[in-house]
């Protein structure tokens, strides 16, 4: 009798567990995305929104574990600062290398993972006085530029849908830039290959 109670609920442990297996998207796969970047520039003390996108490209070879590789555009943003006497004009861009780690959900359409890796993030930001009276209008205001890199961790979550060879994905990352730390949350979508 106990033989054949531990067979059946090994049965049903595997019944439950095959379509999880099934439906998970295994092997090379390609997406993009679009969101909201958190822009951030430490010198001016500029935090604002911008609008980022990225492409993507990973590899996920087993059922929990997956890396990936990303391009991303964090987005552009003029400000005036400084009681409107600089204008101030910044953008950043980011490559990145993540491994992804993905928590047993034992729903076949749904992942839930955390990401950990390196991004090289590249600031560009320029500057330059506003011209309040015509005598400070005599020579045309000099631009000031900082462009620069940093290669640092980045990590990052998110959610993800699965529907067949497609999925949609709710993700956010946090990178550690030259001139301040930008973030994205973004709406992705990814095919598998």
Known sequence: MKNTTR???????LATCGPAVAGDLLGIYVGAGVGRTDLRQDNYQIDAHATGWKLLAGWRPISLLGVEAEYVDLGSKGVNTFAD???????????????????????PWLDVYAKVGAARVKANTTSYAICQTPLQCVAPPVPVSDDSSRTSV????????????????VDYERFEG????????????IFNL
């Open 7 to 13: 067979a059946a609920l090994l049965c049903c442990a």
């Open 85 to 107: 006497t600089v204008h101030v004009s910044t953008d950043a861009k980011a490559t990145a290398a993540y491994v992804l780690g993905y928590l047993p959900v034992p729903l």
């Open 154 to 169: 980045a990590w990052g979550a998110g959610l993800q849908l699965k529907t067949g060879r497609w999925a949609a994905r």
């Open 178 to 189: 030259p001139q301040g730390n930008p973030s994205l949350l973004s709406a992705e979508l």
